[in-house]
């Protein structure tokens, strides 16, 4: 088999949160074709334990601990060097003394780019084709930050945007083919570089279906008489923090009003302080939880308000997959095609949020045109067969 280098930002295990089911599945089927070696960064200390598992699946590996504060310093010489802060938040002599001599060692042609600050690592003299998943438009979403912001935390954020922008497109000139997680992120970086449309393509993310069935017999962690409207994501990540806020605050309590029985569920790992201050009789912070499903199964819907968005929310996918009725925003759903026979609705006042769950709350069936899209559409082994065939006519 021919030898391929794989660098991805993190570690991709577990596949607990977008960007690491995202490079997990790749990296699984990858290994199937190519003799995988696999640099990447562990931010995580809890995620040291789970190496062997990407042991068993890649030719050779290299991880690198992430100190995160010692990373924010080290980004702040970006400010001087005219650079994206998110590119010397990565910068290691380790990880690129590695990196070279993997490409001298197993003479390596193709390297897999997971995220645009790993492209750092790869330089002409080392004579690869460089392919590129950039997953989402990242400098956008920093745009998008800013204009939530104000002062000195939206001029930073507008700078990365910036920066980070021409770091895409000068990357992207530079590699032999780029694509994104779904086609609405394809079209707008065509949008934003057209110089290098021709090289710009998508491979939609996946759902493990048979993991996100219906038909799993899981006890419900509610008590029996609660209606349940539930939120799952990373805790830690400021979109998600900024929807359960938004929901909690300025929507839950329209729907409380009418429903008095229902309750709201935010689970996830790792809740700031600001999530955590929303719990009451009513609201429900979670935590880590072993297993989102349960809290996925036996929920009422589940609703996605994300105001900051790009590429596909696997959150969305997975309660689809397991029939549930969704609500989210236009940003949230802006990577799935939101078909007219699907049960979801799509809102973006408050009013119209939560009138749209106070009718759903009434009616709990479960939605089998949800799962069925998600398997025609969003299946693993065929998007990553798109890559397969991509790299091998590269």
């Known amino acids: 088999m021919q030898d391929l280098l794989f660098l991805a930002h993190r570690i991709p295990y577990p596949p607990n949160k977008g960007d690491k089911i995202r490079s997990y599945h790749l990296l699984k089927y990858l290994s199937v074709n190519y003799k995988v070696h696999l640099g990447t960064f562990i931010d995580?200390?809890?995620?040291?334990?789970?190496?062997?598992?990407?042991?068993?699946?890649?030719?050779?590996?290299?991880?690198?601990?992430?100190?995160?504060?010692?990373?924010?310093i080290k980004s702040l010489s970006g400010l001087v060097t005219n650079k994206p802060l998110s590119l010397p938040y990565y910068k290691n002599k380790r990880m690129q003394a590695w990196v070279n001599q993997t490409i001298d060692s197993h003479s390596i042609s193709k390297v897999l780019i997971f995220s645009s600050v790993m492209a750092q690592f790869i330089n002409k003299e080392q004579g690869v084709d460089m392919i590129i998943d950039f997953v989402d438009v990242d400098s956008d979403k920093w745009l998008q930050y800013a204009q939530q912001n104000t002062g000195l935390k939206q001029w930073i954020y507008q700078r990365e945007a910036h920066y980070l922008f021409n770091y895409e497109r000068t990357i992207a000139e530079q590699s032999k083919l780029c694509f994104f997680v779904s086609e609405q992120e394809a079209t707008l970086f065509k949008s934003l570089a057209p110089e290098v449309s021709h090289k710009v393509t998508h491979i939609n993310n996946g759902v493990d279906t048979e993991y996100f069935s219906p038909e799993l017999s899981i006890s419900s962690p509610y008590a029996e008489d609660d209606q349940i409207i539930v939120f799952t994501g990373a805790m830690d990540y400021w979109a998600n923090v900024d929807a359960v806020i938004w929901f909690a605050k300025a929507i839950f309590p329209l729907i409380k009003?009418?429903?008095?029985?229902?309750?709201?569920?935010?689970?996830?790992?790792?809740?700031?302080?600001?999530?955590?201050?929303?719990?009451?009789?009513a609201i429900v912070i979670t935590g880590a939880v072993d297993d989102i499903r349960p809290y996925i199964a036996h929920a009422y819907l589940v609703v996605a308000p994300l105001r900051i968005a790009r590429g596909i929310q696997n959150k969305i996918l997975e309660a689809m997959a397991m029939e549930k009725y969704v609500v989210a925003t236009t940003a949230a759903m802006e990577g799935i095609l939101n078909q007219q026979d699907l049960a979801v609705s799509v809102a973006d006042s408050i009013e119209l949020i939560a009138s749209e769950i106070i009718t759903q709350l009434q009616k709990n069936l479960p939605t089998y045109q949800n799962r069925d899209f998600?398997?025609?559409?969003?299946?693993?082994?065929?998007n990553v067969k798109q890559?397969?065939?991509l790299l091998q006519h590269q």
């Open 44 to 72: 995580d200390p809890d995620d040291w334990q789970y190496t062997d598992k990407l042991n068993n699946l890649c030719a050779s590996t290299c991880y690198i601990g992430l100190n995160t504060l010692h990373a924010k």
């Open 257 to 281: 009003k009418q429903r008095p029985s229902v309750k709201f569920y935010i689970v996830g790992s790792k809740p700031t302080k600001e999530v955590l201050s929303l719990a009451n009789n």
């Open 374 to 382: 998600v398997q025609s559409m969003f299946s693993w082994e065929h």
């Open 387 to 389: 890559l397969l065939s």
